[in-house]
């Protein structure tokens, strides 16, 4: 069993940065799949960014956030920078024991394990 607490979120003006930080229980956690995933109020969840031994990224989000992980400490970050009143929603963390690469990491079934989730607001 993994338990994961995200932490970091907050409301930030548009233009500004988040950093997301996801802990995790566990003494496997780096042979994980990780991944951040988001939901709008009213909306779906949504792929935000998985890391594997390589990184994927929604489209949405390239070139302004940075998935990346620490296995010393078990924890995964998302680095959010040039933030948008679009990227309001709760974002979660999950953990898979599957291998997935390219889109198939965006599949939110694959993931066995998710956070509670962390508020992010950006303010026009």
């Known amino acids: 069993q993994v338990q994961l607490g995200e932490t970091g979120g907050g409301l930030v003006q548009a233009g500004g940065s988040l950093r997301l930080s996801c802990a995790a229980s566990g003494q496997t956690f780096s042979t994980y799949a990780m991944g951040w995933f988001r939901q709008a109020p009213g909306k779906e969840r949504r792929f935000v960014a998985a890391i594997t031994g390589s990184t994927y990224y929604a489209d949405s989000v390239k070139g302004r956030f940075t998935i990346s992980r620490d296995n010393a400490k078990n924890t995964v970050y998302l680095q959010m920078n040039s933030l948008k009143p679009e990227d309001t929603a709760v974002y979660f963390c999950?953990?898979?024991?599957?291998?997935?690469?390219?889109?198939?990491?965006?599949?939110?079934?694959?993931?066995?394990?998710w956070g509670q989730g962390t508020q992010v607001t950006v303010s026009s």
């Open positions: 999950a953990a898979s024991h599957h291998y997935c690469s390219g889109y198939g990491c965006a599949d939110f079934s694959l993931y066995d394990y």
